[in-house]
């Protein structure tokens, strides 16, 4: 049995007709770049956040960076995220030209550590952006409250939460806005880039539609200098067609979440999900010290594995300019020694799952 980390024509040939459909649409009336199916797919999407605003933007990197932007982050500034993510999240700091702030990720849940943000708080500081990793919701609470205290922005990195919610609200609506990625592999996913940012905030919202394409009031009126960065009008009829599957594949991913766990809580650390979370498994991350042995015993099985994320990011040659050692972040430092991603998406058979329970049994099991 051969059981890819990810399966985007299993997906594709579930829904083949309506986004084949759709695609004619889009092209019938050349609607490529704005029109009618941004409009809607926008509409759609701030509905399903539970936001005032959606503007669909190029992908989830430009999303951070464009946020940023827009709430007046620049040089002489300084954005606090943490250090277990993907390097999207920081590179967008440092591209407003404000200093990267890492703090440490807390041991169970792997978001960021609450606990240690306020000791890296300077004068400089004036954003925080938490990342709901691997689809479950930071611990958003304790964040709003320091942020308040302090006069912070709360930007929330949500790529990966699609659909999350943390004590009943949705992820994304918590911050003083939140960004999304429609990377093909996330859990809301495009047929190439895309992202979008979603705000309760009319002026903060008005601003960055403007951002994002050139400045511009109008064709030719620019109000002030902005870059491109757009979601099209293919792209957005294609999410169009998911957003209406997003709900049951969701589900679906939780249910695989449950067997797995159910099946392998006893050989390896599962993922611990806080109370009061609904969590969407855009990951499912087990933690083992014979995470090398594990994986390519599973591949010799036909089952593809990940790791979220190999280096952490402080680690990475990107950042040797801030000097740190393993200790300023020892969990994690020590992660991506441990963790492995397990395949998870709605079109896995209840047979394949169980074919990757039992064989990540043995593999834990023949040391
Ligand atoms: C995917 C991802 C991004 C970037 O999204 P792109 O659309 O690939 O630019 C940002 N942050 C996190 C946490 C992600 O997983």
Not at 31 to 39: N, P, R, S
Not at 50 to 78: F, M, P, Q, S, W
Not at 121 to 128: F, H, Q, V
Not at 313 to 320: E, N, T
Request: charged fraction near 20%.
């Amino acid at each position: 049995m051969t059981i890819p980390f990810v399966d985007l024509k299993a997906q594709y040939f579930s829904i083949k007709d309506e986004i084949d459909n759709a695609i004619q649409n889009v092209i019938k009336d050349t609607a490529f770049v704005g029109g009618d199916y941004l409009k809607i797919f926008e509409q759609d999407f701030a509905a399903f956040v539970g936001a005032r605003h959606c503007i669909g933007v190029g992908n989830g990197t430009d999303a951070i960076y464009i946020a940023l932007k827009c709430l007046g982050i620049k040089e002489g500034h300084e954005v606090i995220t943490v250090a277990n993510s993907f390097i999207a999240t920081s590179e967008s700091i440092t591209q407003t030209g404000a200093r990267v702030v890492f703090v440490d990720c807390n041991k169970d849940t792997y978001n960021i550590d609450v606990s240690q943000i306020e000791k890296r708080i300077t004068s400089k500081t004036k954003a925080i952006i938490p990342i709901h990793l691997y689809g479950q919701p930071a611990a958003m609470d304790e964040i709003l409250k320091i942020a308040k205290k302090h006069n912070l922005f709360v930007i929330e990195d949500a790529a990966q939460a699609h659909g999350a919610k943390y004590k009943g609200i949705n992820a994304g609506t918590l911050g003083d806005c939140a960004t999304f990625s429609f990377f093909p592999g996330k859990n809301l996913g495009a047929y190439g880039d895309g992202g979008a940012i979603v705000t309760n905030n009319d002026d903060l919202a008005k601003k960055i539609r403007m951002f994002s394409n050139h400045g511009r009031i109008e064709k030719y009126n620019h109000e002030f200098e902005g870059i491109n960065s757009r979601l099209d009008g293919l792209q957005a009829a294609i999410l169009s067609v998911k957003l209406k599957h997003l709900g049951d594949w969701t589900e679906r991913r939780n249910a695989i979440a449950a067997k797995y766990t159910e099946g392998l809580k006893d050989v390896v650390i599962t993922p611990t999900v806080s109370p009061d979370v609904k969590h969407v498994y855009h990951l499912y991350v087990i933690r083992t010290k014979n995470r090398d042995k594990v994986s390519e015993f599973l591949k010799g099985k036909g089952i593809f594995t990940g790791i979220h994320y190999p280096i952490a990011l402080p680690f990475l040659a990107a950042y040797r300019y801030l000097q740190h050692k393993p200790s300023d972040f020892p969990v994690a430092h020590q992660l991506p020694n441990e963790i492995l991603s397990l395949p998870i998406y709605a079109e896995l058979t209840n047979e394949q799952v169980a074919y990757v329970i039992e064989q990540v049994r043995i593999a834990c099991q023949s040391k």
